[in-house]
């Protein structure tokens, strides 16, 4: 008879698990205001499963990306140098299930940037100057940036390199005059446009994605993929990023210059 309630309760359990879906991302920005930008593709994603979604994070990249690798994630979102390095950690924890589009006029690219005004306005000219990186596991804040440095032959030549965790701290720290130069992406740049400069820009990357744990029913994801590759909502999509204009198909190959960059970058270190 225990045998049996335990069982009805195992399964009971399995019922109530199945009907809800957790949603990772990491938080490039304060952890609230992230699950505030993300909420209506999160209320999308409720609305076309029929499962209740639940937003969580890490408490850095590093944690962040160990629980997408270890399936405490069911679906997220996730940057691409931290796909990268989760596939790295666990091949078989997450696939892609479709990856954002931009307007082509907003590409996804890191730029390297100084104070307005500055000397500092190109590669050659940052010898000697104070780097800010974002995070040591961000694609656009560190990994492309300093495979750039690489490249340029001036990454021996920099004063000093810090990592400050997010790209808007970067930019705000390098106004204040608190580092010369650093790395952000674009839209950041942008953003602080009146105060900062551009030294250099990278090629185009592949943007974020919405990813899918292995272990996540094939129903549930071929519904949300349906869904995000015809989601035409534009304050959805302009909530993830204000330059977001869809979903496309994206495979794991498409990320290969990445990782030619990201062991480029882990060969010098």
């Given at each position: 008879?225990k045998?049996i ?29 992230m ?52 596939k ?7 696939h892609?299930?479709?990856g954002?589009v931009?307007?082509?006029n907003?590409p ?12 500092s306005t190109?590669l ?8 800010a ?7 656009l804040?560190?990994?492309v ?17 810090d ?7 970067v930019?705000?720290?390098?106004i204040?005059g608190?580092?010369?130069?650093g790395?952000?992406k674009k ?11 551009v ?5 185009e990357?592949?943007d ?5 744990n ?8 071929e ?5 995000l590759l ?11 990023k ?14 290969d210059d ?6 480029n ?5």
């Amino acid at each position: 008879m225990k045998l049996i309630i335990l069982l009805l309760i195992l399964s009971l359990s399995h019922a109530l698990a199945s009907d809800k879906l957790v949603f990772g991302a990491i938080s490039t920005i304060d952890p609230y205001v992230m699950k505030k930008k993300l909420s209506p593709i999160i209320n999308y994603l409720e609305m076309v499963t029929g499962k209740k979604v639940e937003f969580q994070t890490g408490y850095d990249y590093t944690d962040t990306i160990k629980k997408f690798a270890d399936g405490t994630f069911d679906i997220g979102y996730i940057g691409p140098a931290p796909y990268v390095i989760t596939k790295q950690i666990n091949p078989e924890s997450i696939h892609i299930v479709a990856g954002l589009v931009n307007d082509k006029n907003k590409p996804f690219q890191s730029v390297i940037i100084s104070k307005k005004g500055s000397d500092s306005t190109k590669l050659d000219d940052i010898k000697n100057r104070r780097f800010a990186f974002g995070s040591p596991q961000s694609t656009l804040s560190y990994f492309v940036p300093m495979n750039m440095l690489i490249k340029a032959d001036v990454v021996n030549k920099v004063k000093s390199y810090d990592f400050l965790g997010r790209h808007d701290k970067v930019a705000q720290y390098i106004i204040m005059g608190k580092y010369d130069v650093g790395a952000v992406k674009k839209s950041v740049a942008e953003k602080y446009s009146k105060y900062i400069q551009v030294v250099a820009s990278s090629q185009e990357l592949p943007d974020f994605m919405i990813v899918a744990n292995n272990s996540v029913q094939r129903e549930t994801v071929e519904k949300i993929k349906h869904a995000l590759l015809n989601l035409k909502d534009a304050q959805i999509l302009k909530s993830l990023k204000a330059s977001a204009v869809g979903f496309e198909e994206r495979k794991d190959s498409d990320y290969d210059d990445l990782r030619l960059i990201i062991e480029n970058v882990k060969k010098y270190k």
